[in-house]
């Protein structure tokens, strides 16, 4: 069972969708654990609701399979970024073991819908401009489940360039919130991401949750930052997409493949 916090800022994304976030808990690996209940790490839910909010909301498609294991993917990342760890190696370690689990059903989506899996990877990796210093952790982490929820629900282009836009903005107030500024600005662009969306409760929730806005939680991190590629579409692999996320970890050596792979091992 996930923990109960008395009050977390983010809660209303997380109650509808609770029993879902404890089935891909139940998928997590051993090295995911960080000691305590599932839901106490920092941020607990968070990933794991957007993921599903995003596909349930605006999705095209079933994404139960798909959807259960990117939930898992994106809540053993908030748990492995808490885990104190200083070693990107290790990292890399863990994240080759967890997309190794997943190995099945990316390669699904990479033989039934590879154009999919391409346009999300060249978002996630590239657009909005994110400056030429290293992206914000918080950032990183709100893309990666907005990208999920797309490429699990095959939720359309434009809705991916709102949400992407939302978390990104909302990326930085949680960063603003942990240093103690102002985020006054960065919610107001989050919302405005989100006005011509299509109408749906997930819309209702994701623009909720920015009226209390982030809150700092006062746990260290292991990943501060991260250093954003320049990405070509000709830098992409001819093959599925999966031969370059899921290759060898760290730098895996494949013709073509371009940033890719080291991007992945830094995940």
Same mark, same amino acid.
């Given at each position: 069972?996930?923990?109960?916090?008395?009050?977390?800022?983010?809660?209303?994304?997380?109650?509808?969708?609770?029993?879902?976030?404890?089935?891909?808990?139940?998928?997590?690996?051993?090295?995911?654990?960080?000691?305590?209940?599932?839901?106490?790490?920092?941020?607990?839910?968070?990933?794991?609701?957007?993921?599903?909010?995003?596909?349930?909301?605006?999705?095209?498609?079933?994404?139960?399979?798909?959807?259960?294991?990117?939930?898992?993917?994106?809540?053993?990342?908030?748990?492995?970024?808490?885990?104190?760890?200083?070693?990107?190696?290790?990292?890399?370690?863990?994240?080759?073991?967890?997309?190794?689990?997943?190995?099945?059903?990316?390669?699904?989506?990479?033989?039934? =819908?590879?154009? $999919?899996? *391409?346009?999300?990877?060249?978002?996630?990796? &590239?657009?909005?401009?994110? %400056? @030429? /210093? #290293?992206? +914000?952790?918080?950032?990183?982490?709100?893309?990666?489940?907005?990208?999920?929820?797309?490429?699990?629900?095959?939720?359309?282009?434009?809705?991916?360039?709102?949400?992407?836009?939302?978390?990104?903005?909302?990326?930085?107030?949680?960063?603003?919130?942990?240093?103690?500024?102002?985020?006054?600005?960065?919610?107001?662009?989050?919302?405005?991401?989100?006005?011509?969306?299509?109408?749906?409760?997930?819309?209702?929730?994701?623009?909720?949750?920015?009226?209390?806005?982030?809150?700092?939680?006062?746990?260290?991190?292991?990943?501060?930052?991260?250093?954003?590629?320049?990405?070509?579409?000709?830098?992409?692999? =001819?093959?599925? $997409?999966? *031969?370059?996320?899921?290759?060898?970890?760290? &730098?895996?050596?494949?013709? %073509? @493949? /371009? #940033?890719? +792979?080291?991007?992945?091992?830094?995940?």
């Amino acid at each position: 069972m996930l923990a109960q916090p008395t009050s977390r800022w983010f809660d209303p994304l997380v109650h509808p969708v609770r029993d879902r976030l404890e089935a891909a808990w139940r998928w997590l690996p051993a090295h995911a654990s960080a000691g305590g209940t599932p839901g106490s790490a920092p941020r607990a839910g968070l990933g794991g609701a957007v993921v599903i909010h995003v596909a349930r909301g605006w999705g095209t498609r079933r994404w139960q399979e798909i959807g259960r294991v990117a939930v898992a993917l994106v809540e053993a990342a908030n748990r492995q970024v808490y885990r104190g760890e200083p070693d990107a190696l290790t990292r890399a370690s863990w994240w080759s073991a967890d997309l190794h689990r997943a190995h099945g059903v990316v390669r699904g989506v990479a033989r039934r =819908d590879e154009a $999919l899996l *391409r346009r999300v990877a060249l978002r996630a990796l &590239g657009g909005p401009d994110l %400056g @030429a /210093g #290293p992206v +914000p952790e918080a950032v990183l982490f709100l893309r990666g489940a907005v990208a999920a929820g797309v490429l699990a629900g095959a939720v359309p282009d434009a809705t991916h360039a709102a949400l992407d836009r939302w978390a990104l903005a909302l990326g930085r107030a949680m960063e603003r919130a942990e240093a103690g500024e102002p985020t006054g600005d960065d919610l107001a662009e989050a919302l405005a991401a989100l006005a011509d969306l299509p109408e749906c409760d997930a819309k209702d929730r994701l623009v909720g949750i920015l009226a209390p806005g982030p809150v700092a939680l006062g746990a260290p991190r292991a990943v501060a930052g991260w250093a954003p590629f320049t990405l070509p579409s000709s830098a992409l692999p =001819d093959g599925p $997409l999966e *031969r370059a996320l899921l290759g060898p970890f760290p &730098g895996a050596d494949l013709p %073509g @493949a /371009g #940033p890719l +792979p080291a991007a992945a091992a830094w995940l």
